[in-house]
């Protein structure tokens, strides 16, 4: 036990595979900086020209699309294919902006793994659904605008 005012260390959890560190991962995007590499290079859907480095950009990011949905994101993982350098996961991220809107789009995540953590990945969206990529967009500006102005 440590000395009062002394913070408990959080636990890393531990996976004995990629695939199964995907999974905890999807089932709640927060755990990102608990199994990210503190170095990850997150390309994101709406701007894979412009991707962020570091966690604390990368968990942002993440914390920013829950947030844009109220809090009502799911992402429903169909497959994951991974090994120890790659991982591919396929599904449907499901949510309701501010506006009381549904919102499902397809998505394809792409991990690249260094000693089992993961140090990049890029976000895909379906093509054939923009309209509801867009309302995610403009979802997740509505949030950060709020941040800004609060």
């Avoid at 260390?9 to 991962?25: I, M």
């Avoid at 949510?95 to 990049?120: C, H, M, N, Q, Y």
Wanted: hydrophobic share 45%; aromatic share 8%; glycine share 6%.
């Amino acid at each position: 036990m440590g000395s009062s005012g002394e913070a408990e260390a959080k636990e890393t959890p531990t996976f004995k595979n990629t695939e199964e560190l995907l999974r905890y991962l999807y089932a709640d995007l927060t755990r990102l900086s608990q199994v990210a590499s503190p170095d990850i290079i997150l390309h994101p859907f709406d701007d894979p020209s412009a991707p962020l480095h570091g966690i604390a950009a990368a968990q942002a990011h993440e914390e920013a699309l829950i947030a844009a949905s109220g809090g009502t994101l799911v992402m429903d993982v169909e497959t994951i294919e991974a090994d120890s350098q790659f991982g591919v996961v396929l599904g449907m991220m499901r949510g309701r902006t501010l506006d009381l809107e549904d919102i499902a789009v397809s998505f394809l995540g792409l991990w690249r793994f260094v000693d089992g953590k993961p140090v990049e990945h890029w976000e895909h969206t379906a093509e054939h659904n923009e309209e509801a990529i867009n309302r995610f967009k403009a979802a997740r500006e509505a949030f950060w605008n709020c941040q800004l102005e609060a």
